[in-house]
């Protein structure tokens, strides 16, 4: 394969669904990375996480296509989600590479223009004897809090009327008429004549006036109490067992 068919494999698989042989939808593709020595193309770099903020890698062997144009792996969500984190800056190194391949159950080939091929062997324990592995993946929760808005309060103030009453004790001048004898004045009967003699009344009057006092300062102050939340929620989990003749004294890892 040739540059410009790398070139253009890339154009058309960037941008691409992902889905695994359940139809479930993994992630979409953003690069695509090809073999050194071959230029054989061997990984989707696929986004992945909330809101596409991870890269996962998945091998091209064993995938396919839809009617839909979407690119059908051969392994599941949950197992390509739990894959190594790897950086996608272009290249992937040896170590990744075998990192990589170990985690998805393919035999790792260094470049050698050699291709490579699904494991079918594990590590031998023993000389005559093969072991076979699987990887078994289960769900977790992984529990993210945001702050919304939970309700208003206002600080409002208007005016009212009261009506009240109050009782003011006040002073006034009242004549009080008092007689006494008048010893030691003669007077003829020339000097009577007619007098009058006036006297001016005082009394205090009531004066109304109103001023503002400033009683309390009232506030608005917001404080934090935590509450105790239930979640509830269902995960899945892969079981492993074994058909077949299995020596159950072998201790379990």
Known sequence: MNQQTSRDLLNDLAGRQVVDERGDKVGTITDVYFDQETNALEWYAVSTGLFGTKTSFV?????????????????????????????????????????????????YAPPSGRPVEQATTAKPRAAADDAATTVRSEEELTVDKHRQERGRVKLRKWVETDQVQLTVP??????????????????????LDDDDQEI?????????????????????????????VPVDETVRKERVEVDGDVDTSETQR
């Open 200 to 228: 001016v009344l005082s009394e205090e009057v009531v004066d109304v006036r109103k001023r503002v006092v400033a009683k309390e300062r009232v506030g608005l102050q917001v404080e934090k109490e935590t509450e105790q």
């Open 59 to 107: 091998p091209v062997a064993n995938s396919s296509w839809d009617d839909e144009g979407n690119v059908i792996v051969g392994h599941d969500k949950a197992t390509i989600k739990d894959a190594p984190r790897v950086e996608p800056d272009g290249d992937l190194s040896e170590d990744e590479e075998r990192e990589l391949y170990a985690f998805y159950g393919y035999n």
């Open 170 to 191: 006040i002073e006034r001048e009242v004549v009080r008429v008092t007689r006494q004898p008048a010893t030691g004045e003669t007077r003829t009967a020339g000097d």
